[in-house]
C-alpha cells in the first residue's frame, strides 16, 4: 500500500522546509478553518451594523484578500445613470497601490455592459487576478477583485467559494443600500404631500359662512393627499353678496393642487373688482391663460353669487358639470348651465351669465366629476342620473343641508364599498330658507 507524499511549502529562502506530520497540517487547516471563519462572521457583523454603504465596502476588499490569501484585494460597483461608479482597494503593499489604482480607475466609467466581459486587469503576466460577479435580482451591478504576485498561487475551488460568498454579502449590502434610499425618498415625499394637504386644507373655508336667506354645507374629499377640487365662499367688500364657487383643476396630485391653490389666489383678486360673474370669469381666463398653456392643464369652474336683499343667484360657467337646481314649489330637478369654455384654453373667451330666484325650500347643488365618475366593482358609473336621484330623495326627506350632503356622500359609498371611487369629489349644498 502506497501513501501520497504531504504537499510541501517554500519557504522565503527558497527550499522545501521539513515535512510536516498529519498533526502538524490538521493543526495549520484547522487555524486556517477558523480564520475564515472569523472573517466571515466579521463580515456578517459588519453587514448587520453598518448602515453606511461606502463604510462596509471599505472593508469588502480586506475581507476578499484575506479569505482566499490573496495580496490585494478590490471592489468596483459600475457606472449608473451616467454617473462615475465606485472602486474601493485594499493594497498593503504601497510600492504596489499606485499601479492598481490606475487600472481599476478606467473601470469607474464603464457601464455594467461594457465591464460583464473584464475578466483580468493589467498587463503583467506575473500579475494573478481573479474576480467575480456582484448580482443584485440577476443584475450585474459590479465585480469583486483579488490579486497575488505570486507565482505559485492556486486558484482553487475552496477560494473560488469563499470569494463568491464575499460577494453575495456584497450584493445584499448594495441592494439593502438601494432600498433604504428609495424608502427615505418616499418617506420625504410623503412628508412634502402631508406639508401640501395641510396648506391646501387651510386654504379650503374651515365653516360655511351665515348668510341672509341660505344655509351652506360643504365637503372637498381628495383622492389623494393633495387634489385638484376646489371650493370658496368669498364675501364681496361693502356689500352683502357673496360668491359661491366650485371648481376643478384636469388631473389630481400636486401639480393639480398646486394650480388648485393659484387659481383660488386669483379668482380671489378679480372678485375684488365687483364686476359682474360672466365678466369675472372672462379677467380670470385671461390672466391664467399663459400658466395653465405650459402646464398643459385646464380648469373647470362655475362662479356664483349670491344677493341677499333680492334672493337671487347670478352665475356663469366655465365648462363645469351645471349644478342640481331643485324648484320646491315645481317638485323638479333642472340644470343650472351656460355656454362657456374651460379657464385656459382661449384668451380670448367670453361668458354668459343667467339669474335665479330662489325661494323656501329650493336647494342647489354643486358638485364636481368625481360624484359622477364613480364606479363599482363592475365598472357602472355612478352617474349624472345615480345623483339627480339620490338629491330629489334626499331633499324631500332632509331639511338641512348638513343632512343632504351627508346623504349624497353615504349613497357614494354605498355604490363604491371600497371606497376608492378615484377621483376628488366635491360637494356644496345650497339650501334657501
Known sequence: MSTSP??????????????????????????????????????GFALRSLSNLNQLLELIPLMAARVTDAEAGAVVLFAEDSQPGLVKLYCPDTKWQPALETILDGLRHLSAEQAAAEER??????????????LVK???????????????????????????????????????????????????????????????????????????????????????????DYY????????????????????????????MTMTRGMLRAEVLRQDPPALILQHLNHVMFTDLENSNRFVTLFYSEYDPNTRTLHYSNAAHIPPIYW??????????????????????????????????????????????????????RFGEQGLNQAVRWAVTHYESPEQILEYLYEQLRQFCPSGRCGDD?????????
Not at 486587469?121 to 456582484?134: A, M
Not at 368669498?234 to 360668491?243: C, E, M, V
Not at 369629489?425 to 330658507?433: G, N, P, W, Y
Request: some cysteine.
Open 232 to 259: 370658496d365662499f368669498i364675501p364681496i367688500t361693502n356689500t352683502n353678496r357673496w360668491g359661491i364657487v366650485i371648481g376643478d383643476v384636469m388631473g389630481k396630485g400636486v401639480p393639480a393642487g398646486l394650480l
Open 327 to 380: 324648484n320646491a314649489s315645481a317638485g323638479e330637478t333642472y340644470l343650472l348651465d351656460n355656454p362657456g369654455m374651460l379657464i385656459g384654453l382661449d384668451p380670448e373667451s367670453h361668458y354668459q351669465q343667467s339669474s335665479l330666484q330662489l325661494h323656501p325650500g329650493d336647494a342647489v347643488i354643486y358638485y364636481t366629476d368625481g360624484f359622477t365618475e364613480a364606479a363599482d366593482r363592475n365598472n357602472n
Open 6 to 43: 504531504l504537499p510541501k511549502f517554500p519557504t522565503e529562502s527558497g527550499q522545501p522546509p521539513p515535512a510536516l506530520t498529519l498533526m502538524d497540517l490538521a493543526s495549520q487547516l484547522n487555524r486556517e478553518q477558523r480564520k475564515i471563519q472569523d472573517l466571515l462572521s466579521s463580515l
Open 138 to 228: 440577476s443584475a450585474l451591478r459590479g465585480r469583486l477583485y483579488v490579486f497575488s504576485r505570486a507565482v505559485n498561487y492556486q486558484w482553487t475551488e475552496g477560494r473560488q467559494k469563499l470569494l463568491r460568498l464575499v460577494a453575495d454579502q456584497t450584493a445584499v449590502a448594495v441592494e439593502n443600500d438601494s432600498l433604504n434610499k428609495e424608502l427615505q425618498r418616499k418617506e420625504k415625499l410623503d412628508r412634502e404631500l402631508e406639508i401640501g394637504s395641510e396648506i391646501q386644507a387651510q386654504l379650503l373655508p374651515r365653516s360655511c359662512p351665515r348668510i341672509n336667506g341660505i344655509t351652506l354645507a360643504a365637503r372637498c374629499q381628495s383622492a389623494d393627499k393633495v387634489g385638484g
Open 425 to 433: 369629489m366635491t360637494l356644496i349644498v345650497l339650501k334657501a330658507q
Open 121 to 134: 486587469l493589467g498587463n503583467d503576466p506575473w500579475v494573478v487576478s481573479h474576480s467575480t460577479s456582484i
